[in-house]
C-alpha cells in the first residue's frame, strides 16, 4: 500500500543514480534512495551476458562494498524495481581488461589518468571522449605517453 502511494504521487520506487567504481579488487557502488525503501539487493553483473558476476547481498542504506570486477552492477529495491548501471574503471587508471569505461565519478580535480603496463602483439588502445549531459562545443585534452606506432592516428571529438 505504501510503494503505490509513492508511485501515485510521482515517486519511483527504484533507486536512481547508481555510480560505481572499482578500486582495490573490489567494487564501490552508491545510489539515490528510492522513497519509502531501507533495504537494497546489490549484484555484480557482466553487461555483455546479463549473467550475475557475484553473489548478491543485501544492504541497508545507499552504499555496498562488493568484492570482484564486473562491468554492470545491479541495483534493486526491496520492494521495488531494479537499475543497472555501468562500473567505471575507477581513479586508480583501470584494471586492464579488454573494454574499460571511465565514468564522470572515475575523474578527480577534473582528470582521468589511465594507465595499461603493456600491450600484447596486436592488441591496440582506442579512446573514446563522450560527452554525455555536459555543454556542447565542450573540450578535452587526450595525452598518451610511451611507445607507439608511428603510423597511429589519433582523434578527439566531443558530440
Known sequence: ML???ASACGGSSRPRDVRASVRDGAVE????AAPLIAVYRVQLVDLDSGKPASDAVLVRGTRAVIPGIASGVQVEAVPGGRATGVVGAGAQGGSGSAWQVFA???????TLSAEFAQLAAGERLAVL????????QAKAEVTVDG???????MAVALH
Open 3 to 5: 510503494l503505490c502511494a
Open 29 to 32: 557502488v552508491s545510489w539515490d
Open 104 to 110: 564522470p565519478w572515475d575523474f578527480r580535480g577534473g
Open 129 to 136: 571522449v563522450v560527452n554525455f549531459g555536459g555543454r556542447d
Open 147 to 153: 611507445a607507439g606506432d608511428p603510423g597511429t592516428a
